[in-house]
Nanobody, 121 residues
Framework: QVQLVESGGGLVQAGGSLRLSCAVS????????MGWYRQAPGKQRELVAR???????DYADSVKGRFTISRDNAKNTVYLQMNSLKPEDTAVYYC???????????????WGQGTQVTVSS
C-alpha cells in the first residue's frame, strides 16, 4: 500500500507564511506527478499546484507568485511554500501523488488525509 502523510498546516495571520510537506511511503516503484489541492467549506476541491517528476510546475492563477511547489525525489516528498497568505487561502490542503507500485503496475492516484490551513485577517 501507499500512504501520503502531510504536515505543516496551522493558523497564521494574513501576510504570513507556512510550509506544507507530504511524504509518500509504502511500496513505490515510481512517482510521476505530485501536487497540492485545497477545499474550502462549501466549495469544490481545486488544484493549487503540481510538479512533474522532471520538475515542471503548474499553479492556480490565485497563488502564482506567492506559492512555490518543490519535491525531493530521493525522499519521495513534495513541499508547498506559501507566502503572503490571504484569508481566502483558508482551506483543507490535500497532497496528491500518482504512484506505480511495480514496474508492471498502472499508476494510481493517491491522496493524503488533508491538513488545515487557516489565515486570519
Amino acid at each position: 500500500q501507499v500512504q501520503l502523510v502531510e504536515s505543516g498546516g496551522g493558523l497564521v495571520q494574513a501576510g504570513g507564511s507556512l510550509r506544507l510537506s507530504c511524504a509518500v511511503s509504502g511500496i513505490i516503484h515510481s512517482i510521476s506527478d505530485m501536487g497540492w489541492y485545497r477545499q474550502a467549506p462549501g466549495k469544490q476541491r481545486e488544484l493549487v499546484a503540481r510538479i512533474t517528476s522532471g520538475g515542471s510546475t503548474d499553479y492556480a492563477d490565485s497563488v502564482k507568485g506567492r506559492f512555490t511547489i518543490s519535491r525531493d525525489n530521493a525522499k519521495n516528498t513534495v513541499y508547498l511554500q506559501m507566502n503572503s497568505l490571504k484569508p481566502e487561502d483558508t482551506a483543507v490542503y490535500y497532497c496528491n501523488a500518482i504512484v506505480a507500485t511495480t514496474r508492471w503496475d498502472s499508476p494510481h492516484n493517491y491522496w493524503g488525509q488533508g491538513t488545515q490551513v487557516t489565515v486570519s485577517s
